[in-house]
Every structure is written in C-alpha cells, then in structure tokens.
C-alpha cells in the first residue's frame, strides 16, 4: 500500500504561486497515475474556509479518488483521498487529546499487499509531553498499524517515546521542516514493513519556501 503525506501550511488562493504550486505539484503526482500512483494521501493543516472548496476541487480532478474533508479548528482541517478502487474505510476518531485535530484510523484490507490500519494526523506541536502521550495512545493498539503526517517529535528522539514498533524516515537524513529536523516520518508496528519512495530528487521542488514541510511517500506489506 502507497500512502503520501503532506502539511501544506493553510494554502489557498491567496498563497503565493510557490506554495500553490508545491501542493498541486504533490497532489497530482500521488494521484494522476503517472507519477507516484498512491493509494492513501493524507493532506494536513487546512484552511477550515478552503475545505469544502477543496474537496470539490478535487473530487472533479481525480474522480478515482474518495476525497473526504475533516473540520479542525481555524487551520487544523485535513483532506483524505482513497483509492475506490481499492478497500479502504476512512473514519475519524474524534479529537486528538487536548487538540481541536482529528484522529484519522484508516482501516485497509488487502490493499498493494497490506492488511491493516493506518493512523492519520497533525500531532501537537512544541515535542511535548502531549505530543508524546497522543503517539503513545494511538500506538498501543496489536495487528498491524501504522502512524504518519506531520508527527510533530523529531525522528531522532523515537526512542524517548517507549514505543513497541519501528520509525521510518523518508528523506535520506534531510530535514523536512524548514527550522530543522525531521518532523514527518512513520512509526509502524514490528510486523508491518515500510518502504520509502525516494523522491530526495525533488529536494529543488519541495524546499520548504512554500509549504514548511515536505511531503512524504512511502509503502508498507503485512
């Protein structure tokens, strides 16, 4: 199963041509088929005023795709597109703990060879004890699962959470937020293998001058 991720940083049309152009850019490339043929893309830190703009935008572009918006707080919406064609059920959690964000469980059977869950979010930001208590409540589940979006806790600092499973970046050691450090990665449960997409080679497109974040890309089998 291919999933991308990315935190677009409250685009919409009066955000310069740079940004708007990194998330069409990443958007078509997920969902065109030409590119990157994803099958779960993940779209975090909405303008709530764009959301339903967006997702009629977007379900008439890539009507292969369920195109479904989740209402957060004044920028705290998320877009999810998933493939129709594959078994995918997508549903929200409710709010992260103490967070106006949802919880996203994605559950996918047999899908590109993966059977199991994958949790979407746009966690706490400041790598604080909620940001770690809201990694550790929705890691605590058995089977298969997977966690991505923006994680919000340095990939360095994985080990500080206690966590039962393995964590993936997916930029060769590059940062993915424009202050530094590698805030966008997957946490995956021991029986679940990730493979990142290697798209270090649109380091020039994504360069964090638009969106602050770059995308991620990656598969997963179980």
């Known amino acids: 199963m291919r999933i991308a991720s990315f935190n677009i940083e409250k685009n919409g049309k009066s955000s310069p041509d740079i940004k708007q152009g990194q998330v069409s850019t990443f958007i ?7 590119f990157w043929d994803v099958d779960l893309v993940f779209i975090c830190e909405m303008h709530s005023a764009q959301l339903e703009n967006y997702v009629l935008a977007l379900s008439s572009m890539y009507p292969t795709y369920k195109t479904i918006g989740f209402h957060g707080g004044h920028s705290n919406g998320y877009i999810v597109m998933a493939k129709e064609s594959q078994n ?3 549903d929200s959690q409710g709010h992260l ?3 106006n964000r949802d919880l996203i469980a994605v559950e996918a059977t047999g899908c ?4 199991g869950y994958v949790i979407l979010a746009h966690f706490k930001s400041g790598q604080n004890n909620i940001t770690k208590s809201q990694l550790q409540s929705c890691t605590g589940m058995g089977g298969n699962w ?9 990939y360095s600092k994985f080990g500080q959470l ?6 993936h970046e997916c930029w060769n050691g ?9 805030l966008d990665w997957v946490l995956a449960s021991t029986s679940v293998t990730v493979t990142p997409l290697d798209i270090t080679g649109l380091a ?3 360069d964090m001058s638009g969106p602050d974040h770059r995308p991620i890309v990656f598969d997963v089998t179980a």
């Not at 078509?28 to 030409?34: E, G, P, Y």
């Not at 966690?147 to 919000?152: A, L, P, Q, R």
């Not at 206690?162 to 964590?167: D, E, L, M």
């Open 28 to 34: 078509d490339n997920c969902c065109s088929n030409q």
């Open 88 to 90: 995918i059920v997508v």
């Open 97 to 99: 703990f103490a967070l």
């Open 112 to 115: 590109s060879g993966y059977t």
């Open 146 to 154: 997977v966690v991505t979006g923006d994680i919000n806790y340095d």
């Open 162 to 167: 206690g966590i039962a499973g393995s964590a």
């Open 174 to 182: 590059q940062a993915t937020q424009a202050k530094g450090g590698i």
């Open 204 to 206: 020039g497109t994504f």
